[in-house]
């Protein structure tokens, strides 16, 4: 059913579709009205046997879904930025308790200086947690995303959080056309969770157990390679979710495999306006093309070593800062292609909700392609000022 809907609404109404069993959360701009909406569905009672808590925190409230996870529910929550952080200490527990919670975090900056404004420094902040994360382009894909987060989080070869990035206010304060998925077809899709195994007085269990020396490393290991076969598992699931919905979104990353001199590399919402850009300058006859990078973690290593094995240059435009070293999503990039001989450019952009017009994005890709730049990182948009030290 397609219908004009906002951000929030296209998550909210997915939540509902895989029937969680408990849903808390505490607001903060600018995702708040996604679990407002959750909120209402389940006053009108369209939430069937779910729970909805309202907590009082962040930290309170991963706290609670931390125990309804493990007592076998189906958990859901949605947070950003401050409230992410808040949620931080609670997260990697639930991370290495192996609880599969769904989050959707409405991507929004950090303090200090207070924004509440879209980059990716607060789930990029959370990189090594041991929470998967992918990265929406647009309404249609976060609305189709929950269903298959689910999926990946609960199957037994993962049992990880799963988070949802979509970018705060650019998307989920965006009215776009989203085709409603049905009851019958998310059913289909998604089976009843059935967790291998919960508490209950019947058969007492421990989790998140005190671990020695001669203990601990073996669960941090077991949690890497669990994350490690998400890789597998999430490609079966991109490719299912392909064949019940219609839609085909990539797998762990999307390009047009045609081959190219130079790549840009994009995330989120920006994804929309460099392909744009790319298309153009294609026409105009320049090698280019796109990599929209849609997870984060796991890291498609191998994915873009096979994309840019042909390239001379790659651009990564970042929406996110590692201070005193490279931003996170061109370290991995350099990573992954270190025996290739390609220069890499890391464009920061966008912090703090900067705009960035398509002329920028256009002018910044020409100086890579004509070679009026140096590889390595650089700011674009960036005001002049003078930084005062007292």
């Not at 929550?77 to 769904?102: D, F, H, K, Y």
Request: aromatic letters at 8%; one cysteine or more.
């Amino acid at each position: 059913m397609m219908k004009v809907v906002r951000g929030f609404y296209s998550v909210a109404y997915s939540v509902k579709l895989c029937k969680p069993n408990v849903i808390c959360a505490y607001p903060i701009t600018p995702q708040t009205e996604i679990v407002e909406r959750l909120a209402e569905m389940y006053a009108n009672g369209e939430l069937g046997d779910c729970e909805y808590i309202t907590a009082e925190s962040e930290f309170g409230s991963a706290s609670i879904l931390v125990g309804a996870s493990a007592a076998g529910a189906r958990t859901f929550t949605a947070t950003c930025s401050q409230g992410l952080i808040l949620m931080s200490e609670v997260l990697w527990n639930a991370a290495g308790m192996r609880l599969p919670i769904v989050i959707v975090n409405a991507n929004r900056s950090l303090s200090a200086p207070l924004s509440i404004w879209n980059d990716h420094q607060d789930s990029m902040a959370m990189r090594d947690a041991g929470i998967i994360q992918v990265y929406v382009e647009n309404n249609q894909e976060v609305h189709d995303m929950i269903p298959q987060a689910f999926k990946v989080a609960e199957d037994r070869r993962v049992m990880l959080p799963f988070m949802v990035c979509m970018d705060g206010y650019k998307l989920t304060h965006a009215y776009e056309p989203v085709d409603l998925l049905s009851q019958e077809l998310v059913d289909s899709f998604l089976p009843p969770y059935d967790p291998p195994v919960k508490l209950t007085t019947k058969d007492p269990l421990t989790f998140g157990s005190y671990a020695t020396p001669a203990t601990y490393m073996e669960f941090r290991a077991a949690m890497h390679n669990a994350m490690e076969r998400a890789r597998k598992v999430m490609d079966e699931v991109f490719k299912e979710w392909a064949e019940v919905s219609g839609r085909n979104w990539g797998g762990h990353i999307a390009n047009s495999g045609e081959g190219a001199e130079v790549y840009v590399i994009a995330m989120g919402s920006l994804v929309g306006l460099v392909r744009d850009v790319v298309d153009e300058l294609r026409k105009d006859g320049k090698s280019v093309d796109l990599i929209k990078l849609r997870t984060f973690r796991p890291f498609p290593a191998d994915e873009l070593r096979k994309a840019l094995s042909g390239a001379s240059k790659v651009i990564v435009f970042e929406r996110s800062l590692s201070l005193g070293s490279e931003p996170p999503v061109t370290l991995d990039v350099k990573s992954a292609i270190q025996k290739l001989d390609i220069d890499v450019y890391s464009l920061v952009v966008g912090l703090g909700g900067r705009d960035v017009p398509r002329d920028l994005v256009k002018k910044s890709i020409e100086e890579v392609i004509d070679g009026k730049v140096e590889p390595g990182m650089h700011f674009r948009g960036l005001k002049d000022y003078e930084e005062v030290i007292v």
